[in-house]
């Protein structure tokens, strides 16, 4: 692993220092001092040089690093903090970043600018970012050299760094939870399905007449038959009996299939309702959905818009800035050489002219993306639209199905019900002999009780409807079982991959413990990122002491993944008694009131 060590580090006019020289000589330190007297100064100034930013990871307009001046004090003196270091393979190199003021020619105060040297040669913003990436990437200064910066990132950031780190891979777990996405769908469906049932048992039990026994109903009717038969003049009567029991019988069997077609009407235009209903409750999903997708396009392209016109205000802002150039050097009053001033308004166009040019490159790959977001979004409101017409095609289909099952036939075979009719009244009239109230009274109640029968057989076909139907229910509950077996299975899948995970994290580190996932009471299993130490939460009360070991080795760890160390300032280092091993030279800031100045001591 490459080691960054830090020999000497000079700060002029760096915040509340006027000047000091850090020099360690490439050692870890201990730095005492009581409060007020430049320690954090130091990790500040060191952070700065390097990243642009304080220890803390602000940036240099979230910190005043210029010196306090009382009201009416002139020019403030240039503010530059410098900084040597060596590797294991480089030698000495000196960075240093110099923070002055702009002002026009009536010394009215314009703004800032930076300067960038390298080994005292004036070097641009690119190259002295380049030069530092050579020896450590730039984007991963703050995490290996400045306590705190992991838990200073969004937890999703720290989540993708941990699995960078371990080499943690979460493809069989998006796999899991796809398979899980899909079973949840199909238990919804399931559901529903079990759920209909028992409401449409309700409605066919609906259907069912309290009535007698059918085997009662027939001996009631053979009696009566009998008393007809043998009432009166049996033999002049018996022909015209057999004939009517003849044409009862073909009523009988005419008002059956009367009721059974009638039936089969009514279940078919049920079935058309209900096909019907799902097609229309359907697309009414499929619209919803489209609507939600459309609404994240113009999410993402009211973003992309805003982020556009940041870059047309960050182009304006650029094109129109001017550098001011002082024609006599404020201390001497000496006259600046022309080639000088010219150099510097030439570097500073060139610099402007690259700014411009990479803004208008953001620029249109932005309108890019909103252009296909666009396109993408008529695509799919084109789409919606085909949908919405046949939603409404498909709700008038149920409207139309309703209003056909609410004119469906009461009564068929009128004509042959009334043939028959005719032609028992005639053999009614041929009776002799037999009282005329007699034969009416017979008549009627044999006819009462074939209409009793014939309820007793449409009693028998609910019931069969309802067992069909109770069957369906036992098949929708084996497989709504199924299919919530199978999410089960998958949830323990999830949880024992997610474990699987966590360990494989947390086996690198020895302190720190991070809990990737987190368990919901309705069984999913979500991504998270906390640290942990001790099982208790690094934002949850961790005492500074355990807080400063965690962002120790954590540090340590990714300076270990990324090949490089670099200094480490350990700022309260009073806090913690039993440091860990590290392999990085160390600058530990304790507070000690009696130190009334800054006091170096080696740390061996």
């Given amino acids: 692993m490459k080691k960054i060590r830090l020999n000497k580090l000079v700060i002029s006019n760096f915040m509340g220092c006027e000047e000091y020289s850090f020099t360690p000589g490439g050692e870890s330190v201990i730095i005492n001092g009581a409060n007020r007297t430049g320690k954090t100064t130091l990790a500040h100034a060191f952070s700065w040089v390097f990243s642009g930013k304080d220890s803390l990871g602000n940036s240099a307009k979230s910190f005043d690093l210029k010196p306090f001046r009382p009201a009416g004090v002139g020019v403030c003196p240039e503010c530059s903090v410098s900084a040597e270091i060596t590797t294991d393979n480089i030698d000495n190199v000196t960075f240093r970043r110099a923070y002055c003021e702009k002002r026009n020619k009536r010394r009215q105060l314009t703004g800032h600018t930076t300067k ?30 400045r306590i705190g910066a992991f838990h200073s990132l969004a937890w999703d950031k720290r989540r993708i760094l941990l699995s960078d780190l371990c080499g943690v891979s979460g493809d069989l777990l998006a796999e899991e939870s796809d398979n899980k996405k899909r079973l949840m769908a199909e238990l919804k469906v399931a559901q529903k399905e079990y759920a209909d049932v028992p409401v449409q048992i309700e409605e066919v039990r609906k259907g069912l007449v309290e009535t007698r026994d059918a085997k009662v109903i027939k001996e009631c009717k053979a009696r009566a038959k009998a008393k007809l038969e043998t009432a009166g003049n049996v033999n002049a009567n018996t022909q015209a009996l057999k004939d009517i029991d003849t044409i009862d019988l073909k009523i009988s069997k005419l008002k059956a299939k009367e009721a059974k077609y009638l039936f089969d009407l009514n279940s078919k235009a049920l079935e058309v309702i209900e096909k019907a209903r799902v097609e229309h409750d359907n697309m009414e999903a499929e619209i919803r959905k489209g609507n939600s997708e459309i609404d994240i396009i113009d999410l993402k392209i009211a973003s992309l818009n ?23 050097c404020p201390y001497c009053n000496q006259s600046i050489p022309q080639a000088d001033t010219d150099k510097i308004i030439s570097d500073y166009n060139l610099n402007k002219s690259k700014i411009l040019g990479n803004i208008t490159l953001d620029g249109k790959l932005v309108k890019s993306k909103i252009g296909t977001l666009q396109e993408e979004r008529a695509t799919l409101d084109k789409a919606l639209d085909k949908v919405r017409e046949d939603s409404w095609i498909a709700f008038d289909n149920l409207d139309d199905a309703k209003v056909a099952q609410e004119n469906l036939p009461k009564k068929t075979y009128v004509d042959e019900f ?10 009614k009239a041929s009776l002799k ?10 008549e009627k109640e044999i006819g009462n009780l074939d209409n009793e029968l014939f309820t007793v057989r449409a009693n028998n076909d609910i019931l069969l409807r309802v067992e069909k139907l109770k069957r369906s229910e036992k098949t929708s509950l084996i497989k709504l079982e199924s299919i919530e077996g199978k999410i089960d299975a998958i949830n323990s899948r999830i949880l024992e991959i997610s474990g699987q995970i966590e360990d494989q994290v947390n086996d690198r580190f020895d302190q720190a413990k991070f809990k990737m996932f987190e368990s919901c ?27 400063l070991q965690c962002d120790i080795e954590i540090a340590t760890k990714f300076s270990e993944f990324f090949g490089v160390s670099m200094p480490l300032f350990i700022d309260n280092a009073e806090s913690v008694t039993d440091y860990i091993g590290v392999d990085a030279q160390t600058f530990k800031l304790f507070a000690n009131w009696e130190d009334k100045t800054l006091r170096i001591e080696s740390d061996i």
């Fill in 433 to 442: 002999v037999l009282p005329v109230s007699d034969v009416e009274s017979l």
């Fill in 306 to 328: 805003e982020v556009l016109n940041n870059l047309r205000v960050s182009f304006k802002t650029t094109n129109d800035s001017h550098v001011e150039v002082e024609t006599e």
């Fill in 418 to 427: 009334d043939h028959l009719g005719k032609c028992r009244a005639e053999l």
């Fill in 116 to 145: 960038y040297f390298i080994d005292d040669l004036k070097v641009s913003q690119s190259d002295y970012n380049k030069a530092i990436n050579k020896i450590v990437p730039v984007d991963k200064i703050d995490l290996i050299s």
């Fill in 521 to 547: 009471i309705n069984g999913n299993v979500n991504p998270c990122c906390k640290t942990l130490v001790n099982n208790v939460g690094y934002d949850r009360g961790l005492n500074t002491g355990n807080r």
